[in-house]
């Protein structure tokens, strides 16, 4: 067909818009949804069947990043437990149980049970030295 191209928009779907029809707003979120989903995982992302199983009564400190952040934090707490997708940790007495998605967490190190529980803290250079 031969239309004009100032009164059509074409979307990624293959399918013709009107000019100022809001689904293809639409259209755009649902393609950039998918390229996201299937790109490839940045350089430094842990699998996670790669993370380490926590044992409930340890101290952990986990090294993570949500997906509002755009640095890295890390927390100090003591594993409960875990499921799937979750780590289950007690984070008494400076908050109650938290859930920590595996898909936020870098890495997961045993502390001494002597090392202070801190929530969201930056992590900085000179922290782990």
């Known amino acids: 067909m031969n239309r004009p191209k100032s ?3 074409v979307c990624p779907f293959y399918h013709d818009h009107p000019e100022g029809d809001p689904s293809y707003d639409d259209c755009m979120v649902a393609y950039e ?3 996201a989903r299937m790109a490839p995982k940045p350089v430094g ?3 996670i069947e790669a993370l380490p199983r926590v044992q409930s009564g ?3 400190r986990f090294v993570y990043r949500s997906t509002t952040h755009r640095v890295d934090h890390y927390s100090v707490l ?3 437990s875990e499921t799937e997708s979750y780590y289950v940790l007690n984070a008494r007495p400076v908050a109650g ?3 920590l998605p595996k898909r936020w967490v870098k890495s997961v190190t045993e502390v001494p049970r002597s090392t202070k529980i801190v929530i969201g803290k930056i992590v900085r250079a000179s922290d782990f030295i």
């Open 78 to 80: 003591d594993a409960l």
């Open 97 to 99: 149980t938290q859930e």
């Open 45 to 47: 992302a842990v699998e």
């Open 33 to 35: 949804d998918a390229k």
């Open 7 to 9: 009164h059509f928009k």
């Open 58 to 60: 340890h101290r952990y």
